[in-house]
């Protein structure tokens, strides 16, 4: 069973940076991939970003690849997400989970999620 909880959302203004931690619990923290997802409101939930076990294997979503960095930390049991230069259609709640394995950008691959972190980009 892994925990997580993110942190760092807010509102910023178009152009500006945030960056999203996600704690976990449990000591398996290092085996599983870990991602990031959003959902506006009224859209489908997309990919963002994956990180593989090690953080050799990095994965983007084509709308944040240049201006979002995945990254972790083993030893902290934690996941991060640096957004620069953001946009108002970056606003959405943003969500982390990890897998076990599978498509790194599909959801039903990801096996515990987060409940959240709202992010909100004014123009």
């Known amino acids: 069973q892994v925990q997580l909880v993110e942190s760092g959302g807010g509102l910023v203004q178009a152009g500006g940076s945030l960056r999203l931690s996600c704690a976990a619990s449990?000591?398996?923290?290092?085996?599983?991939?870990m991602g990031w997802f959003r959902q506006a409101p009224g859209k489908e939930r997309e990919f963002v970003a994956t990180i593989s076990w090690s953080g050799s294997r990095l994965y983007y979503g084509e709308s944040v690849k240049g201006r979002f960095t995945i990254s972790r930390d083993n030893a902290k049991n934690t996941v991060y997400l640096q957004m620069n230069s953001l946009k108002p259609e970056d606003t959405a709640v943003y969500y982390c989970?990890?897998?076990?394995?599978?498509?790194?950008?599909?959801?039903?691959?990801?096996?515990?999620w987060g409940q959240g972190t709202q992010v909100t980009v004014s123009s």
């Open positions: 989970a990890a897998s076990r394995g599978g498509s790194y950008y599909l959801a039903r691959s990801f096996d515990y």
């Open positions: 449990g000591r398996t923290f290092g085996s599983y991939a």
